[in-house]
């Protein structure tokens, strides 16, 4: 059972780390809009290609989770990113980390603890 937890925390991980190489990709293409301009800034940009083998790792590893976890257990762990990517974002974007985010945090975080519990 822990092999199982230990493999839905790291397509956790991996999802969050592809969020957070897609943005430092978006800081250094710039905008990205819906015009073959923007295709190229997003291919040209290796950072991207970061982002895009974590989404893809995180997708094997999140269904060999489901494998072994009912989805109603794992779903409710990707909150874990929620915290992780408000506290990596202020760090490495300086992303403001307001109040408001801290209370929608903590209440999806009450919200996971609740769904634990059933």
């Given at each position: 059972m822990m092999?199982a ?6 397509g956790?991980?991996?999802n969050c780390f592809?969020?957070?190489f897609?943005?430092a990709g978006?800081?250094?293409?710039g ?19 970061a982002?895009f083998?974590?989404y893809g ?5 999140w269904?060999m989770?489901l494998?072994?976890l ?6 409710p762990?990707l ?6 990517n408000?506290?990596?974002?202020y ?6 980390i ?7 945090t903590a209440?999806i ?9 059933s």
């Amino acid at each position: 059972m822990m092999q199982a937890y230990l493999l839905a925390i790291s397509g956790v991980l991996l999802n969050c780390f592809a969020q957070l190489f897609l943005k430092a990709g978006t800081n250094q293409a710039g905008v990205i809009s819906a015009h073959w301009d923007s295709a190229y800034k997003v291919l040209s940009t290796p950072i991207f290609y970061a982002g895009f083998a974590c989404y893809g790792l995180s997708l094997i590893v999140w269904i060999m989770a489901l494998s072994k976890l009912p989805v109603s257990v794992a779903y409710p762990l990707l909150s874990i990113a929620y915290v992780l990517n408000m506290v990596l974002a202020y760090y490495l974007f300086q992303e403001p980390i307001t109040l408001l985010k801290v209370i929608g945090t903590a209440l999806i975080l009450l919200g996971v603890v609740l769904i634990s519990q059933s």
